[in-house]
């Protein structure tokens, strides 16, 4: 008679059943049903991620019913797993649960060995095996003080170690090296009387060190750890758990697995979508096309179907031929390939494609590319599998362009009716051309692009381009000049060619550092520049090697009319003489004066600012305001110290106590400036005082609440708390710098204020990119993101930038994955963030439109209510649907980011 506790979770086929100090319980059942739906089996438990390291032991041995979890759908994978615990996993791995069930009479256990209830008849069967023994254990518990009874101890590693070892059957070995030092750095630390257990243990492969080179034999042993030490030692077990089968794979297709004991008998059983597939090089999770017929691998079925199938070999036991298939007699059952040679097929010959899918024999056409198959391990002169991995494509189709190889003249298209991806050749003879029949070149052809293709025996040969994707760029090199129309930019590269030329776009942007307001006319021959390109064309020029120097504070000692000659000094006393011209502007107290009137102003003894560009004057201002950062405060002395952009530091004595205004803090004073801060010292009319200091700032916030009647807004800032900001008066512009209005401000994007004490000066709308990823290249470190509306741009991350699974926890660029949903923008420090979606698929409950709330089934604990983001791409296909068209019961995927849905898939 089986247990009914696990025989309820075979026959319901959860596989969340419990074991803990105190066990969760199951009905009984009914242990003799036939017929069973596997639909609920679960791999894993809901506090076991799919990237937690333990995954593969645990989903392993949760199928075996090895192992049960402390509570419904909840294993507590780095909870200390008891004494009795071990047992009970460790008996049950030997196949003795039955034993366990029909133990008929209550074993009596001495004092020192107590352990609970529903552990008894486990540790007496672990007795009665030679597990343990009570006289080594007594020894053990002396002259310890024990919290609870013996079987609620924590397992030492070393305990374990012989636990397992003896469960395997691998006693004698650890014998023979029970004299034999370890190589860990705490080898005094092993007791003796497991010293060899643990060495038998670690020769195995069943446990192995830390990183520090130590085995903390007295350390506590997790769940999780404990369902690795029994997964990994399973290869040694003379027989297997009655779940677990083992064998060579004869077939694997999207729908079953086939395998042959050693004794050459075979047995198919299903395959799930929810199968996992693991191999025999590390614990990460692989895809089923890495496995090969012949293979020597391990499942774990229920009921018929395997849910877990692991590689133990991948010694490949076969004889393997591939080519283009030339002619296919089905009479004779011979297939003829491009090396002329005629092979035998047997009469139930397997066929598949590269996916595992299952393939007639009257779909394979000639001139497919196919490999046929005969295992060595059976006496017979007939190939019984082929695997199709081409058959001859002609079509013509829509889609987008995920991968282009010049070099290998290849091209990978994700098809936009079947969203499947596919890759072809093409010839150095391919016809391409743009919507509307102008002919182009590969190098006008970009990743992202939607484009019709044509296919001719499984080889593109005509190429339009229905839509460009955006692709941004960078390049540096030195500014050359400009053409006479002044459309196009000519710099010497860096790297590549000696020269290259760049068309500017309508509004190309200047950023010159210490010149406001640039314009390409400032750009000076040997300038170092930044070109950042959109689809071939220059939207922003940066100079980064500063052609433009400014000189602070610099104190005129004189002024020749006659001769336009300005002498001055700068604030360390050096003297410097400039010619000016009437092309000077002069800014004097926020007005700009016509040069005329510098004389007149501007006299000796003044301080003023000068931007000088190759020795030439462009602007001098009078000096009543200083700006850069705080290099020095000192409240004892009364100095100041701002470094400016130009590298001078100049200090002002604090004659009075000036006005502080700290960036969006009212209320501020001298003591809450820190160095570092960037800062404006205003000066007062004799420039001898500095009356006020001012910090500026850049915030990014995001928009929750807009309240267009007083043009004011609610954000989430960067402390995470609620701000209301009224933008009446307030410059709004766009990312590209032109202007925006207040109803342009959306719900869930972002604003970037600049703090100028407590004004705003500008708030810049920042919409991110959200869309769903077509192609990664880790290489260049660049995604192409199809957004909500079909458009694609190909986003570059470069060196700085970060990615977090739904704004959460930390992930790498090469976690992410064609498919996952993300969301894309700048901070502050222009550092790209990347938030990947969390997919769930969930059953719709209702929705709510006066929340604007989705309602969804429970599941496993999970959320059960998400708002909806203002814009979430809603749809079925590539459909847009309205979440009042759906109906309770429907199958939905949601993409979840900052704990919304942002896009729904049905």
């Known amino acids: 008679m089986k247990n009914k506790k ?29 017929t069973t739906s596997n639909s609920n089996v679960r791999l894993s438990f809901n506090d076991v991620s799919s990237d937690y390291w333990g995954i593969r032991h645990i989903s392993k041995l949760a199928l075996e019913g090895v192992i049960e979890g402390v509570a419904e759908g909840i294993y507590s994978p780095e909870t200390s797993v008891s004494q009795q615990d071990v047992l009970i996993m460790a008996t049950r791995m030997m196949g003795l649960q039955a034993d366990a069930d029909n133990l008929a009479t209550d074993t009596v256990f001495p004092d020192y060995m107590l352990v609970d209830k529903y552990a008894r008849n486990y540790v007496a069967l672990a007795l009665q095996k030679g597990l343990i023994s009570t006289e080594q254990e007594k020894v053990r518990t002396q002259g310890t003080k024990p919290v609870g009874n013996w079987g609620q101890q924590k397992a030492t590693r070393e305990w374990v170690a012989e636990v397992v070892i003896r469960a395997i059957g691998k006693a004698s070995l650890a014998e023979s090296l029970s004299t034999k030092a370890t190589s860990f750095t705490d080898n005094q630390q092993i007791s003796n009387s497991a010293l060899g257990f643990v060495n038998a243990a670690v020769s195995l492969k069943v446990v192995d060190g830390f990183e520090d080179g130590s085995f903390q034999p007295k350390g506590a042993v997790t769940r999780a750890q404990m369902a690795a030490f029994l997964s990994r030692s399973q290869k040694n077990l003379t027989t297997l758990p009655e779940r677990a089968k083992k064998g060579y794979m004869t077939s694997l297709t999207s729908g079953s697995i086939g395998l042959m004991d050693k004794d050459g008998n075979t047995s198919t059983y299903k395959i799930s979508p929810n199968t ?94 196919i490999q046929i198959r005969k295992s060595q391990l059976v006496d017979s002169d007939k190939y019984t599998s082929i695997v199709v991995k081409q058959i001859p494509v002609s079509k013509t189709a829509v889609g987008d362009i995920q991968t282009l190889n010049k070099d290998a003249m290849q091209l990978t298209l994700i ?92 509004n190309t942007r200047v950023v010159i550092n210490g010149l406001a307001n640039a314009s390409v006319y400032d750009l000076a021959a040997g ?40 002498t001055v000094t700068d604030n360390a006393g050096k003297p410097h003489a400039f010619l000016l011209n009437d092309s000077v502007a002069i800014w004097y107290n926020g007005t700009k004066l016509p040069f005329t009137n510098f004389n007149s102003l501007f006299s000796a003894g003044k301080y003023v600012d000068l931007l000088v560009s190759n020795d030439s004057v462009k602007q001098i201002q009078m000096s009543l305001q200083l700006d850069g950062a705080l290099t020095q405060l000192n409240l004892q002395t009364n100095d100041i110290t701002v470094k400016t952009d130009s590298g001078q530091s100049i200090t002002f004595k604090l004659n009075f106590t000036p006005t502080v205004e700290l960036a969006n803090k009212p209320n501020s004073t001298l003591s809450d400036l820190k160095v570092g801060d960037k800062i404006s010292l205003l000066l007062s009319f004799d420039q001898s005082t500095v009356t006020k200091i001012v910090t500026s700032d850049t915030k990014v916030f995001k928009t929750l609440l807009t309240n267009t009647n007083l043009k004011q807004a609610t954000f989430l800032n960067d402390s995470n708390t609620t701000v209301t900001i009224p933008l009446d008066g307030v410059p709004l512009v766009k990312a590209d710098g032109t202007n925006a209005a207040f109803a342009d401000l959306a719900i869930d994007d972002y604003v970037k204020f600049s ?32 957004d909500f509306t079909g458009k694609s741009q190909v986003v570059n991350a470069g060196s700085s930038y970060s990615v977090k699974l739904n704004g959460g926890m930390d992930w790498s660029f090469s976690s992410i994955k064609v498919g996952d949903r993300v969301q894309l ?11 990947v979606a969390i997919a769930s698929k969930r059953e719709f409950d209702q929705y709510s439109p006066t929340l604007n709330q989705v309602n969804v089934k429970a599941s496993g604990g999970e959320q059960t209510a998400y708002n909806l983001f203002p814009r979430a791409y809603l749809h079925t296909s590539s459909s847009i649907v309205l979440p009042s068209s759906f109906v309770a019961g429907d199958q939905l995927t949601l993409y979840i980011l900052d704990n919304k849905i942002v896009e729904i898939e049905k």
């Open 755 to 786: 703090f100028k004490g407590l004004a705003i000066t500008k708030a810049e709308l920042v919409t991110p990119v959200r869309g769903k990823v077509t192609a990664v290249n880790a290489a260049s470190s660049s995604l192409t993101i199809q």
């Open 6 to 34: 696990l025989a309820s979770a075979i026959v319901s086929s959860m596989i969340i059943t419990s074991l803990a100090g105190t066990p969760v319980l199951a009905a009984p059942v009914n242990t003799t049903t036939s």
């Open 527 to 566: 300038d170092q520049l930044k070109l950042d390109v959109l689809n071939n064309k220059v939207t922003t020029i940066t100079v980064i090697n500063r052609s433009i120097e400014n000189l602070y504070f610099a104190k005129i000692i004189d002024y020749n009319a006659s001769s336009k000659i300005l």
């Open 415 to 506: 098809e936009s009716a079947s969203g499947e991806t596919e890759t072809y050749g093409f010839s150095s003879n391919l016809i391409a051309t743009m919507a509307d029949n102008t002919l182009i070149n590969l190098d006008a052809i970009h990743v992202g692009d939607t484009v019709e293709y044509t296919v001719k025996n499984s080889e593109i040969v005509k190429l339009i381009v229905k839509k460009q994707a955006d692709v941004g760029t960078s390049v540096e090199g030195t500014f050359k000049q400009f053409t006479d129309d002044q459309s196009t930019i000519l710099i010497n590269k860096t790297s590549g060619k000696t020269v290259d030329a760049y068309e500017l776009s309508s």
């Open 276 to 369: 996992v597939f693991f191999g025999n090089k590390n614990d990460v999770a692989i895809s089923s096309k890495e496995l090969q017929e012949t293979y020597e691998v391990s499942i774990v079925q229920v009921n018929g179907t395997a849910y877990y199938v692991e590689i133990l070999s991948d010694e490949l036991h076969m004889d393997i031929h591939e080519g283009q298939l030339l002619k296919l007699n089905l009479t004779t059952m011979k297939a003829t390939l491009d090396d002329y040679e005629s092979y035998d097929l047997a009469s139930d010959v397997a066929v598949t494609d590269m996916n595992g899918r299952g393939l007639s024999l009257g779909e394979i056409v000639a001139g497919s590319t």
């Open 825 to 835: 923008m700048k901070d502050v420090n222009d550092k790209l963030m990347i938030q």
